[in-house]
C-alpha cells in the first residue's frame, strides 16, 4: 500500500472508531451491501479474510486493507462488477435462462438484449 494511502486510511480508520477486525456485517455496512455480497467478493478474492479460517468459521476482515480498497474507486469497480456478474449468473441459472457472457448492458440481466 502507498504511504499516503496507508496514513489516510489509519486517520479514517482512528476518526470511526472501528476495531481492528471486522466481521462480515460490519463489512457490509461498509460496503452498502448484503452479507452474502461479501462472501462473494471473498470467495472472488477480491476480499481476503484474516488468518486462515474454515469454510463454516467466523471471518474477520481487517478494517484499515477494507478502508483503503474503499478509497480506490477501480476495486469499487471491479467488486460492483463481481457482484453483479454473480447474481445475473445465478438468477439466468434459476429461470432457465443461458448466462449472458460478457455482456455488461442492462438488458442481459433479464434475459433480453439490450436495444439501443
Given at each position: 500500500?502507498?504511504?499516503?494511502?496507508?496514513?489516510?486510511?489509519?486517520?479514517?480508520?482512528?476518526?470511526?472508531?472501528?476495531?481492528?477486525?471486522?466481521?462480515?456485517?460490519?463489512?457490509?455496512?461498509?460496503?452498502?451491501?448484503?452479507?452474502?455480497?461479501?462472501?462473494?467478493?471473498?470467495?472472488?478474492?477480491?476480499?481476503?479474510?484474516?488468518g486462515k479460517p474454515k469454510p463454516n468459521a467466523v471471518k474477520f476482515f481487517s478494517a484499515i486493507e477494507l478502508i483503503a480498497l474503499l478509497a480506490d474507486?477501480?476495486?469499487?469497480?471491479?467488486?460492483?462488477?463481481?457482484?453483479?456478474?454473480?447474481?445475473?449468473?445465478?438468477?439466468?441459472?434459476?429461470?432457465?435462462?443461458?448466462?449472458?457472457?460478457?455482456?455488461?448492458?442492462?438488458?442481459?440481466?433479464?434475459?433480453?438484449?439490450?436495444?439501443?
Open positions: 500500500m502507498a504511504d499516503d494511502l496507508m496514513k489516510t486510511a489509519l486517520a479514517t480508520w482512528a476518526a470511526k472508531d472501528l476495531p481492528a477486525r471486522l466481521l462480515a456485517s460490519q463489512v457490509a455496512k461498509l460496503l452498502n451491501c448484503s452479507t452474502d455480497d461479501v462472501a462473494i467478493l471473498a470467495s472472488a478474492g477480491k476480499l481476503h479474510a484474516l474507486p477501480d476495486w469499487l469497480d471491479e467488486a460492483t462488477k463481481t457482484i453483479t456478474q454473480y447474481w445475473r449468473r445465478k438468477n439466468a441459472q434459476r429461470n432457465g435462462v443461458a448466462a449472458p457472457k460478457g455482456d455488461e448492458s442492462a438488458g442481459a440481466a433479464n434475459g433480453r438484449p439490450h436495444i439501443n
